[in-house]
């Protein structure tokens, strides 16, 4: 049995670098997919907005470990030779996008009536008037709460050492596996993920309380 030493803290921190790699992965990706599934939402078309409804409520109705599970295992049932680190990003990506979909089409409709009334005034098409007027506005209230979501992001991304990626969570295991000191091991995890969130949420924070005194103005 080995002895919890710097060898194997190290071990653990460099872990981290994987878990904030599949993080900005899974951000990056659900940006893209959040930003459709928003626009998907508030578009004038009824097919979109349903189609974006229905991939919000698969996605946010049913466990992110369980959507881990059926892209790993599923892949290669259907042929499809898959490994941890597309597994853990796809999945992360889907749910990152619907959350991030649902929380910018929150903003989006947050813009007040009369902006919307004086783009199509100026008779703009919907893309003028959504690239032009409303996202550009809806971008500044959705700061906060994307930040905020990041932070569910890095914490998600513990899941996928169910699926064998050897993240902080999964380098933890193997080496309380070798030292079987669980305590001390998983402190040191929780330690790295408290570093990683912490300075976002407080980021958050005081987005959300600048963006209130602006608006109490």
Same mark, same amino acid.
């Given at each position: ?5 710097f060898a ?23 940006? %893209?997919?959040? &930003? ?20 919000? @409520? !698969? ?22 030779? %898959?490994?941890?680190?597309? +597994?853990?990003? +796809? ?16 903003? %989006?409709?947050? !813009?007040?009536?009369? @902006? ?37 992001i890095i ?19 193997? %080496? ?6 669980? &305590? ?32 109490a103005r």
């Open positions: 049995m080995r002895t919890f030493g194997e803290f190290w071990f653990i921190v460099e872990a981290a670098r994987w878990t904030i790699a599949l993080s900005l992965i899974a951000f990056a990706g659900g940006a %893209i997919g959040g &930003l459709l599934v928003a626009l998907g939402r508030t578009a004038q078309s009824l097919w979109a907005q349903r189609a974006a409804g229905a991939f919000i @409520q !698969i996605f946010q109705g049913t466990p992110l470990l369980l959507q881990l599970f059926l892209i790993f295992f599923g892949a290669p049932v259907i042929g499809l030779d %898959i490994n941890p680190w597309v +597994a853990a990003g +796809a999945a992360l990506v889907l749910n990152s996008s619907a959350f991030l979909g649902e929380i910018w089409r929150g903003c %989006i409709q947050a !813009i007040p009536r009369g @902006q919307w009334e004086a783009a199509e005034a100026l008779s703009l098409s919907y893309v003028a008037r959504m690239r032009d007027v409303i996202l550009p506005q809806a971008f500044k209230i959705a700061l906060p709460p994307t930040v905020g979501y990041m932070v569910q914490k998600g991304t513990s899941l996928a050492a169910i699926i064998g990626f050897t993240e902080v969570t999964r380098a933890g295991q193997i %080496i309380n596996n070798a030292t079987f000191q669980p &305590l001390l091991v998983f402190s040191v995890v929780a330690a790295i993920y408290f570093v990683l969130c912490w300075p976002l949420s407080l980021l958050a924070a005081r987005m959300e309380r600048r963006q209130a005194r602006a608006l």
